[in-house]
């Protein structure tokens, strides 16, 4: 099978390892002509340590660098092409300009997917002619270690083409999460800015400080996280599951919602000066590339893991 990565920065280069690692040929092409081949330069850099981490399915790094290919021209780059992914600038003027082109360029055939993390696609995808085919597949990044995809419809976006997207999803070995229709931030970030905002709350009400609330997360909620979802935890959380749990525990949820009812910490000025300062005292701003290297290994740790015990214990 045959991809086209448009847009060859942070998010497309992830792509292009995680669809080259399923087996299909992967084209690369970005306006600045040097995006493809910086991102054949990163996937041979990661490509060993994933196979050293059992996440190659047995393939040599090399096998999967080969089916990596940079495109000058986009007409070459969608030429024959089964599955566009579009990762260009969050920028919705120029993502109608990209998507009319891609639509006008690729075969009829092909899906044409958007990263976007941000922009509904009703926002850019409604002149195009062939929207039947277009929809969001927004990946958590980097998709080639975080398997979570959401497959996000416009309103135009023909059945079949969410169907034929999560296949191709499913494939390339991610975990799609299909969404019946398009909502401000998808489900991920809806989910993680509901987080993200009681943490910043936390902080400006005295209540912790921006390391205690990551230690709530990383050494509490995200190890059950890790390898079930809210819903399961609540249901294996009581005697008789969900109900249950959502029987004798719903009011303490139902006080704190109360509580907080239009009520949200500014995430600037005087306690971005706090969470920053806090942060900048673990981690120095000189050091935080270093870290995302770090950060991407444990990922890859994990990601073994997680097939190990999958195996061994089961799903």
């Not at 929207?131 to 059945?159: D, F, K, M, Q």
Request: hydrophobic letters at 45%; proline letters at 6%.
């Amino acid at each position: 099978m045959r991809t086209t990565i448009v847009g060859s920065g942070l998010i497309g280069r992830s792509w292009a390892i995680s669809f080259a690692r399923a087996g299909h040929d992967v084209r690369l092409w970005d306006r600045d002509p040097k995006a493809p081949r910086a991102a054949l330069e990163f996937a041979a850099s990661v490509l060993p340590e994933l196979a050293a981490n059992g996440l190659l399915d047995g393939q040599e790094p090399a096998e999967v660098l080969a089916r990596l290919q940079p495109v000058d021209a986009l007409d070459e780059a969608l030429a024959g092409t089964d599955h566009v992914q579009e990762s260009t600038a969050e920028i919705v003027e120029s993502k109608r300009a990209v998507f009319a082109d891609l639509d006008r360029l690729a075969p009829s055939h092909a899906v044409i997917a958007s990263s976007t993390s941000a922009i509904l696609p009703s926002r850019f995808m409604d002149h195009v002619a062939g929207r039947g085919r277009c929809l969001v597949c927004h990946p958590i990044n980097p998709p080639y270690l975080v398997p979570a995809v959401e497959v996000c419809p416009s309103p135009w976006t023909a059945p079949e083409t969410v169907e034929k997207a999560a296949a191709f999803m499913r494939g390339c070995g991610q975990q799609p999460l299909v969404m019946k229709r398009e909502i401000d931030g998808f489900i991920m970030n809806r989910m993680q800015g509901a987080l993200l905002d009681e943490a910043f709350r936390l902080v400006a009400d005295g209540i912790a400080d921006v390391e205690d609330v990551d230690i709530g997360i990383r050494e509490g909620l995200a190890l059950r996280w890790s390898f079930i979802g809210p819903f399961e935890t609540i249901d294996l959380n009581a005697p008789g599951g969900v109900r249950d749990y959502a029987q004798r525990y719903q009011h303490i949820y139902s006080g704190i919602a109360a509580e907080l009812a239009g009520r949200r910490a500014d995430w600037s000025g005087p306690l971005m000066d706090e969470v920053e300062g806090q942060r900048a005292a673990r981690l120095s701003r000189d050091d935080l590339a270093q870290r995302q290297i770090w950060r991407d290994r444990r990922l890859m740790a994990l990601a073994a893991h997680k097939r190990a015990a999958a195996r061994d214990i089961g799903e």
